[in-house]
């Protein structure tokens, strides 16, 4: 750092003395995520011997009911975990683009951008697939009883969150004047439903129903479950996406389209299992999915802090902040020159080099950058746009708030679990949203919109290409010491994901808080790089803060160049944790205060 630096503080802040909930710790099992019902029926499968695998799985597949407006089986996921004397690996729950997805076809359909809302945005659906081959592989349940909960709710009642209320009254008017069958099920007798009441979705109770049914007769548990995915790949949900894709409907850009998805297309994906990613940082091993997501960013951000004095990586004060605010911006600025599926590989190892990160560090200034300065010398980036006016071309659907056209933020899901044997595993289900698309009347659910992170410039890592995944936000974290998982963590929130992950391992690792104290801890992130939603549009030296970080810490910032805007006391950050002690077996969990609805339980 510049020598004419404020003298850092020579102790971290330390963490408030009130926490909005406890730590929970104990020792049999736990779990942490984004809506109490998913973390209930995760811990109600764990009471019944079932292992971390079969908890995700239940907890997931409620996700899809109780939280429709983040997340859907239409949608994906990524996952990573570490079975009990296994090595970490990533879930891989992300489909491709269609072989109809093509930049001269949306080019052919006069779209500048990508559209966010509509099924002419959709990848291939990898959620359900994910979780089924998790579920076969290192699950011990029969999928009958995993899918109970869900199927529960779903039939016989959940009550509704006044959040995905706001939601549907956010998009309302596009359901009844163009998405009928999104109106006939989120607008029953025309008006919406009251928060807090029970709401059913009867359609995708009978898809479980069905994918069960699918294996009847079948000689073993796995074989069951293999009948379930080929139902849901190349069988009734298949022919049903295909088949009610191909009547336009409108999309985001205001003009009407057919989606392209075909049966063909699902029926050719098949989720993975893939090795992460890693860097160590202050004696841990911090795993995460590769290039084709953003997580590598998080693995930057931390190699570039990591032989800094401790005062510089508090987010709570001004020299921390203007810090970790400016490294995330390098990092940042390297995804988007170079991440994407089937990105070179040994240009990723050279981002993820501690030789490398000791060439960018001194980029790091006492004045906040107002540039986009990817490394290797990259001769292609995005766009850069601070504004996009969606009236002048086609628009897409961004984060995080739900406009009348199906934009919205907000949009995605997480849970943690870890159980007594020592498996442990974090997953981000997004995509599939209510709003993204119109409502498939006999599946109950919508497809996603993850292509709107692909772009239709040609020669980037993320241009949209036929077979491709697009590269996603959704980006959990496992951490390990001596390798051995001790931690798993989440956050909803597109391109904050890695950067409020970040203040967590911060702030645990090195603050030396509890998971609960850096759950609740002030949050900021930048906003200094193309975003990953529509409008896609950056704000140079953009810096979003929780106003409970402080004036001094504002007002500093502020001197040296950031763009700060100010969000409220308790509005960034949706993380949930869970965390295991290898040498005595003791399990934590925490969850999120922020929106009153994420929730830890265990024992």
Request: hydrophobic content about 40%; overall charge negative; some cysteine.
């Amino acid at each position: 750092m510049p020598a004419d630096d404020p003298a850092p503080v020579t102790t971290y802040t330390p963490p408030a003395d009130f926490k909005t909930r406890p730590d929970l710790l104990g020792r049999f099992g736990m779990v942490g995520s984004t809506h109490w019902l998913a973390s209930a029926s995760a811990q109600a499968v764990l009471e019944r011997g079932g292992n971390a695998f079969d908890a995700a799985v239940a907890g997931g597949f409620v996700l899809h009911v109780v939280e429709p407006h983040l997340n859907g089986p239409g949608g994906d996921l990524v996952g990573i975990f570490a079975p009990v004397g296994g090595e970490a690996t990533v879930l891989m729950g992300q489909g491709p683009a269609p072989a109809g997805a093509s930049v001269e076809h949306m080019r052919g359909e006069g779209l500048e951008l990508v559209p966010g809302a509509g099924a002419l945005a959709a990848a291939v659906p990898g959620a359900v697939e994910a979780w089924l081959m998790l579920l076969r592989d290192h699950g011990t349940w029969e999928l009958a009883d995993v899918l109970a909960y869900a199927a529960d709710y779903a039939r016989n009642g959940h009550p509704i969150l006044g959040r995905a209320v706001s939601t549907i009254a956010a998009v309302a008017d596009l359901f009844r004047d163009h998405w009928p069958t999104s109106a006939a099920h989120w607008l029953p007798d025309g008006e919406l439903p009251e928060p807090d009441s029970m709401v059913r979705n009867e359609a995708y109770a009978d898809v479980l129903d069905r994918l069960v049914a699918a294996g009847d007769g079948a000689a073993t548990r796995e074989d069951r479950i293999d009948a379930a995915r080929a139902a849901w790949g190349s069988g009734f949900v298949a022919e049903a996406v295909e088949r009610f894709v191909r009547t336009p409907h409108r999309h985001a850009s205001g003009t009407d389209h057919a989606g392209v998805i075909t049966l063909a297309d699902m029926a050719g994906f098949s989720a993975a299992y893939e090795a992460p990613v890693t860097t160590e940082f202050r004696g841990h091993t911090i795993a995460k999915a590769g290039a084709w997501t953003q997580g590598p960013v998080l693995l930057q951000t931390l190699n570039l802090l990591e032989p800094l004095a401790d005062a510089l990586l508090d987010p709570c004060t001004e020299a921390g902040a203007h810090t970790i605010l400016e490294a995330s911006k390098l990092a940042f600025a390297d995804r988007d020159a170079h991440y994407g599926d089937g990105a070179d590989p040994e240009t990723i190892q050279t981002l993820l080099s501690q030789e490398y990160a000791a060439t960018r560090r001194p980029l790091i200034a006492d004045v906040a950058s107002r540039e986009v300065r990817p490394g290797l010398g990259a001769v292609t980036f995005p766009p850069l746009r601070e504004s996009y006016d969606p009236a002048a071309a086609a628009s897409g659907v961004g984060e995080p708030t739900v406009s009348r056209d199906g934009e919205s933020r907000g949009d995605t899901c997480h849970i943690d679990v870890a159980d007594r044997w020592g498996n442990m595993i974090a997953v981000t289900p997004s995509g599939g949203w209510l709003q993204s698309s119109p409502t498939i009347p006999e599946l109950g659910f919508c497809l996603g919109t993850r292509l709107q992170m692909t772009w239709l410039e040609p020669g980037l890592p993320s241009t949209l290409r036929p077979g491709r995944r697009p590269r996603t936000t959704l980006t959990p974290t496992l951490v390990l010491r001596d390798g051995r998982p001790v931690a798993a963590v989440g956050s909803p929130g597109g391109d904050q994901q890695d950067q409020w992950q970040l203040l967590y391992l911060l702030r645990t690792i090195v603050g030396g808080y509890t998971p609960q104290q850096a759950i609740d801890a002030p949050a900021l992130h930048s906003t200094s790089f193309p975003g990953s939603f529509w409008p896609r549009t950056w704000t140079p030296a953009g810096a979003v803060l929780e106003d409970r970080v402080g004036a001094d810490v504002v007002d500093g910032l502020r001197r040296r160049g950031h763009a700060v805007e100010l969000s409220g006391d308790w509005s960034l950050g949706r993380l949930s944790a869970v965390t295991r002690d290898p040498e005595t077996g003791t399990l934590s969990a925490a969850a999120n205060p922020r929106g009153a609805q994420g929730y830890a339980v265990g024992r």
